[in-house]
């Protein structure tokens, strides 16, 4: 789905993806990343956080964020996520609070607000989880909410949730 700018241009939508893991994290976000990269092409990365599995009891999870540009329409790129979480094995029969081998997120689909056809966009994630506003922020400091208009970085300078702790894992 392309977009004219004002001056006539062509551009490509901005799509940023949470990624996470908790059963071999430091295998299937590898495999995730490339996974994405053969998928998109050029894919920025965030540094890559440990923290604890929310909603259940399980091993701590390894999450980052991924940008990437994409000409595909929206629902394309939600069903290719789907299809790289299958190709990880992500297994979709148990609790919805689980462990994974990975779990991809669509966060932000340029500056689409969406939130019908199976899809929320932006995810109400970005604003409630560190593990996804930190990286997050760290990829598009100046980057607004579609919704809110606040940037990533005065959202995760005001963020308050400090029972939510994060630990590096990786620099990408």
Known sequence: ?????SSGAI?????????????????????????????FGAVRVSTIYRCPAVGFDGPDFHNAVAAFHSDLAVGEVAARLRQIE???????????????????????????????????IPRREITRYAFVLKPLAELAPDRRHPESGQAF????????????????????
């Open 153 to 172: 970085d005065d959202l995760w300078r005001a963020f308050s949730d400090s029972s939510q702790r994060l630990e590096v894992v990786a620099r990408y």
């Open 11 to 39: 551009t490509v939508p901005e799509v940023f993806v949470s990624l996470g893991s908790n059963i071999r994290p430091e295998h299937y976000m590898h495999e995730g990343i490339a996974a994405l990269e053969r998928a």
């Open 86 to 120: 299958n190709d990880c094995g992500r297994q979709r029969t148990g609790a919805k609070f689980s462990s994974r081998t990975l779990d991809l997120d669509l966060l932000l689909y340029g500056e689409q607000v969406l939130h019908e056809q199976g899809l929320d």
């Open 1 to 5: 789905m392309s977009a004219s700018s």
